[in-house]
């Protein structure tokens, strides 16, 4: 284990849903992500916080929403999303936002948008 | 912005056998590049890095070679085992968007007993 979880594993919604997912680190971090992975693409950034501060919004669409209450939980908030958004929700969290440390990631959340 | 290429996208080989992945970056101010393996139904797991001031670094049977020069970095995995069977992804960052890797598109590694 990488030290950070995320629930839940697997989620289907349709897309007038409102869902969450929840990520959680337990390595004392002060940095985390998410990340979107879809099939054939490359691991795609979506949000970075440092010290619960929002520092990067990748130009990701309004219908995803972060929030970080502390330095240990990360949340995603889904709201109207599109089929084109079902993909693996990935989860990360460094000790500092300094490209040389180590992100630990966790197992993902598999999202299907019907 | 950076661009990484990584090649190839399958890979297939016998144990025992070496497997090299490679990957070309077009940032020539990236100075970090880490390699990570990610096995089904897991997230992305850091295997071995690299900095820009360092040409070669090994870790038992993994090895990653950097070419600043001609921009481009490998990873070599030796003597090769059927739990090296996963996906390998490269990525490229630079100090100045700490936090922001560029990722390449993964290479399937297979390797067959």
């Known amino acids: 284990e990488t030290g950070v979880t995320q629930t839940p594993r697997h989620l289907v919604m349709g897309m007038t849903n409102k869902k969450s997912l929840k990520c959680e680190q337990h390595l004392g971090h002060n940095a985390m992500y998410w990340y979107k992975q879809s099939a054939k693409k490359p691991l795609e950034l979506m949000f970075v916080?440092?010290?619960?501060?929002?520092?990067e919004n990748n130009s990701v669409p309004s219908r995803f929403s972060p929030e970080c209450p502390n330095s240990s939980h990360l949340f995603l908030h889904l709201h109207t999303l599109q089929p084109e958004d079902s993909a693996l929700y990935l989860c990360a969290s460094s000790q500092e936002l300094r490209p040389t440390d180590t992100q630990y990631f966790g197992p993902g959340t598999r999202l299907t948008v019907l | 912005g950076e661009n990484v290429e990584q090649h190839p996208s399958t890979l297939s080989v016998q144990e025992g056998d070496s497997a090299v992945i490679k990957c070309t970056y077009s940032d020539s101010a990236s100075n970090y590049f880490p390699w990570y393996k990610q096995e089904l139904g897991k997230g992305p797991q850091l295997i071995i890095d690299?900095?820009?001031?360092?040409g070669e670094k090994k870790d038992q049977r993994i090895a990653v070679t950097l070419n600043k020069t001609a921009k481009h970095f490998s990873l070599h995995i030796t003597e090769t085992q059927p739990e090296d069977s996963a996906v390998y992804f490269c990525?490229?960052?630079?100090?100045?968007?700490?936090?922001?890797?560029?990722f390449g598109d993964g290479t399937t590694l297979t390797v067959k007993p």
């Open positions: 990525a490229a960052s630079r100090n100045t968007n700490a936090g922001k890797s560029t």
């Open positions: 690299i900095r820009s001031n360092v």
């Open positions: 916080y440092s010290l619960e501060e929002r520092v």
